[in-house]
């Protein structure tokens, strides 16, 4: 039998096998267990060897902890004023600021590679990791296979499964070595396997591209993922504004069900600084918008009744990395507060 078409035989057979299961439950979705079957056939259909896919997959087991964290994420039941004094609290300001500035010369040097500000890498690598503290200690196998095997989002988590696999392949960690969050967000700057195979970058010249644990490697990571999705390092990301009395909410971008969408709704939405101040937005602290001649859209994290915010070009890059308007403007926040130490701890 040519690989096509045993791999369509044995999903056939565990297909049939489950189909004949007298559980009616059974028949609608095969066990964890034939799950992970079918996405050993596929890997070896797609070329990966078999003690290499076997090492990976097999005597992986369901966790339960994952997906019950999945579905409590603490975005889903906050809002931003609860938000974002817990996720930018005083130790990461200062953590963040001592940061910068113990790592100046190298976080210069990769800035201007990449054209990034250095704040914002500091700022990512903070909220991703805490400065590295918290990488995780989760197998990324048993993460990513557990979460495409639940469903809601599978056809997010099953191509990390394969993406996965072609780190060790390439010789970038190995198998025991690949850990990461209960989300199968991996190393210091929290990528999942794809971001990795997109962005990571050896910038120490060793061979490895080693976002759990080479600073250099990290840093220029964060920067070339910013920069290959249309980092502007003459922009800043945005700025919180206040709006008149009366004001036509439609005018916000509101919110998308894909990254593609929701690009979609900020480009219809964007106008000129002018024109914001034409319908009466002001920055925050009540003075006259900025008179640069750029676009910006209006985002309203909580709706109406919560904070606004301008965003510029770099927004849409933050959103590519984490499409939450809560991350966004915590990463935001974070890199200005840092851009003018003293930093302003309280909210
Ligand atoms: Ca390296």
């Known amino acids: 039998m040519n690989k096509r078409f045993s791999a369509f035989f044995l999903s056939s ?3 049939l096998s489950v189909l004949l299961s007298s559980n009616a ?6 066990s964890f267990e034939q799950y992970i079957e079918l996405i050993k056939t596929e890997a070896i259909d797609k070329g990966y060897d078999k003690s290499l896919v ?3 997959l097999n005597g992986l087991t369901y966790r339960h902890k994952v997906v019950k964290k999945d579905k409590t994420q603490p975005e889903f039941i906050q809002t931003l004023d609860t938000y974002l004094p817990k996720r930018v609290n005083d130790w990461v300001v200062k953590k963040a600021l001592k940061q910068l500035n113990d790592n100046e ?3 210069t040097t990769i800035g201007n590679d990449f054209g990034v500000q250095p704040r914002f890498i500091v700022a990512l ?3 991703e990791s805490a400065f590295g503290k918290y990488t995780g200690s989760h197998s990324v196998f048993a993460a990513l296979t557990t979460l495409a095997y639940e469903g809601r989002r599978e056809s997010l988590y099953r191509p990390q499964i394969f993406a996965a696999l072609e780190i060790i392949k390439r010789g ?3 198998v025991a070595g690949l850990k990461g969050s209960w989300a199968g967000a991996m190393g210091q700057t929290q990528f999942l396997p794809t971001s990795y195979l997109n962005y990571a970058v050896d910038y120490d010249g060793d061979g490895k591209k080693d976002i759990w644990n080479n600073k250099a490697d990290v840093f220029a990571s964060i920067a070339n993922y910013l920069k290959s999705e249309g980092w502007d390092n003459d922009g800043t990301w945005g700025r919180q504004v206040k709006l008149p009395k009366t004001f036509d909410i439609n005018l916000s971008v509101g919110k998308g069900r894909s990254l593609a969408q929701w690009l979609k709704k900020y480009r219809a939405g964007e106008k000129s600084l002018a024109d914001w101040r ?3 937005l002001l920055r925050f602290d009540g003075t006259s918008l900025p008179s640069k001649n750029i676009k910006a859209a209006l985002i309203l ?3 109406a009744k919560g904070r606004a915010y301008l965003a510029y070009n770099n927004y849409k890059t933050l959103m590519h990395w984490n499409r939450s308007y809560y991350f966004v403007t915590s990463v935001g926040y974070l890199a200005d507060l840092i851009k003018y130490p003293p930093a302003r701890l309280k909210l």
């Open 13 to 15: 057979v565990i297909w």
């Open 54 to 56: 076997d090492e990976a």
């Open 25 to 30: 439950q059974a028949a609608e979705k095969p």
């Open 278 to 280: 034409q319908l009466g």
């Open 125 to 127: 690598w903070g909220l």
């Open 105 to 107: 010369a190298l976080l």
């Open 301 to 303: 994290p909580d709706d």
């Open 172 to 174: 970038e960690n190995t």
